[in-house]
């Protein structure tokens, strides 16, 4: 059973800092990528930051040279530094991680989301 723990939102002004955390259950080997996505009342899901097993990244162009997504294999944990924080980057972030385990084929496991509120 594979679980993924977000934490570290809250509430910022603009031009703020957070960090979130996302705390897997397994080896975050176990999966090809792990990400954040975003979700804003009434506007869909969408993709913040990637990461791979190898390191590259991956960055919605709305955050980057604002955010830096990083990983410490050894806690099993990805965090999302977020600075700059504008009123637009409020929302629910939801980590997410990606497994490909056959040619074709994908599946992705979620947390439960960490709300992050940026105030003007």
């Known amino acids: 059973q594979v679980q993924l723990v977000e934490s570290g939102g809250g509430l910022v002004q603009a031009g703020g800092s957070l960090r979130l955390s996302c705390a897997a259950s397994v080896s975050i080997f176990s999966f090809n990528s792990m990400g954040w996505y975003r979700q804003a009342p009434g506007k869909q899901r969408e993709l913040v930051a990637t990461?791979?097993?190898?390191?590259?990244?991956n960055y919605a162009d709305s955050v980057k040279g604002r955010f830096t997504i990083s990983r410490d294999n050894a806690k099993n944990t990805v965090y999302l530094q977020m600075n700059s924080l504008k009123p637009e980057d409020a929302g629910v972030y939801y980590c997410?991680?990606?497994?490909?385990?056959?040619?074709?084929?994908?599946?992705?496991?979620w947390g439960q989301g960490t709300q992050v509120t940026v105030s003007s």
């Open positions: 990461i791979t097993n190898g390191g590259s990244t």
């Open positions: 997410n991680a990606r497994k490909f385990p056959r040619l074709g084929s994908f599946y992705d496991y």
